[in-house]
């Protein structure tokens, strides 16, 4: 049993860190546990999210970016940021608050090969598993 049932997952254009934040959660969670992400900015999946997961077989292929506005308070009561160099959404309730920050992996104003690219997706992927596997592991009875 868990202390919370329902986790969100913030970041500006939940593109990647959230993304993947969802779905590594919800593979490593309790179905019981509602897993959404959004961001304040939302644009679209990065294609970058959906390789370095799809290397842990985690399909983001169905996922979207969402808007913090369409996510209700009331089903929230966990909210997670995951922004460092940028500021993070608002998300107003009740909700526990955890930050997480970690550096966008895309780094845009970089000039990277595509596997350069990658790299940095998978070391946030990998950040945010053992993030997660740790809130696990303190939070259930």
């Not at 509602?34 to 970058?48: D, H, L, R, Y």
């Not at 009561?77 to 895309?106: G, N, Y």
Request: with cysteine; proline share 4%.
């Amino acid at each position: 049993m868990f202390a919370f049932k329902n986790i969100l997952f913030l970041c500006v254009a939940n593109s990647a860190r959230s993304q993947m934040a969802e779905g590594l959660a919800r593979s490593i969670f309790d179905s019981k546990i509602t897993i959404q992400s959004a961001g304040s900015e939302p644009s679209k999946v990065n294609p970058f999210a959906v390789k370095a997961m799809a290397e842990l077989e985690i399909s983001l292929d169905q996922h979207s970016s969402k808007s913090v506005l369409s996510i209700k308070a009331d089903s929230v009561d966990l909210v997670i940021t995951l922004c460092a160099e940028e500021v993070c959404p608002v998300f107003l309730s009740d909700a526990k608050r955890m930050h997480w920050p970690l550096q966008d992996p895309d780094r845009k104003n970089e000039i990277l090969t595509d596997e350069e690219r990658l790299e940095h997706f998978r070391v946030i992927r990998d950040e945010i598993k053992s993030r997660l596997v740790e809130l696990k592991t303190a939070w259930t009875d």
